[in-house]
């Protein structure tokens, strides 16, 4: 058997991201480990993150029934760099562990032939077929990690390779302001609180363009795929 793939997908915020790894997930059912999942589990009620949340800026981010308010957070931490730093500061470590112990379950579900499926990626696959079709199936199994954050939080040792959805600068200022209704100010402070796309390219294994129509990214990430071989999960 073949290297795993184990594939860092990142970007711009609203480059492509979400549509690139749902079409990993349904159609070639690859399972997809995302950070933001990750990172609002830890913020759920009575967490400890949570509460360290609350201590530092008060009822301001709390809803009254206990919750986050998610929105008055992020206009605090994407008007102050320091306020961002010390916010990731608590939640990184969390994601971290959390593909970690994902990362673990995909292996050693690989190396009992059994596989993940896409949803939940932590589900085991039942195999189907005689053994000889699914040891051909494991030319490279592939489990895709999407990271915002991917070069920022030096999360780059969790994967085997890199690829960045990228688009125009003024292509992603519409899309974020469509996305979450804001203004053009606003939008340009979540770009800004990124490190630049350029950067990112530049880092990159690969890069996606997704700068024309949907079916254009959907082609690349095909071509994408079959380079080195994917794990179909049976």
């Known amino acids: 058997m073949n290297q795993k793939r184990i594939i860092g997908l990142t970007g711009g915020i609203a480059t492509g991201k979400t549509t690139v790894s749902n079409y990993l997930a349904d159609t070639y059912r690859l399972p997809i480990l995302d950070a933001d999942i990750y990172a609002r589990e830890a913020v759920q009620p009575d967490s400890p993150i949570l509460k360290q949340i609350y201590q530092r800026y008060g009822l301001q981010v709390q809803h009254s029934d206990g919750t986050l308010n998610r929105k008055r957070l992020g206009e605090i931490i994407f008007s102050n760099p320091a306020e961002r730093q010390w916010l990731e500061q608590q939640i990184h470590p969390y994601v971290r562990d959390r593909f970690q112990s994902e990362l673990d379950t995909f292996l050693d579900a690989v190396a009992h032939g059994e596989g993940l499926c896409a949803e939940p990626a932590s589900a085991p696959c039942k195999p189907r077929g005689n ?5 051909a199936s494991l030319v490279a199994p592939t489990v895709i990690l999407v990271i915002p954050l991917l070069f920022e ?20 200022l519409r899309r974020i302001q469509k996305r979450d209704r804001i203004s053009k100010e606003q939008a ?6 990124q490190l630049p796309l350029q950067q990112k390219i530049a ?10 129509t949907q079916e254009a990214l959907i082609q690349q990430v095909s071509t994408a795929l079959a380079t080195n071989g994917y794990h179909p999960y049976f």
């Open 131 to 135: 053994p000889q079709d699914r040891a």
């Open 203 to 212: 880092l990159a294994d690969l890069v996606l363009d997704n700068s024309s």
């Open 188 to 193: 340009q402070a979540r770009i800004n609180s």
């Open 153 to 172: 939080a030096k999360m780059t040792d969790l994967v085997t390779e890199t690829w960045v959805v990228s688009c125009s600068p003024e292509q992603q």
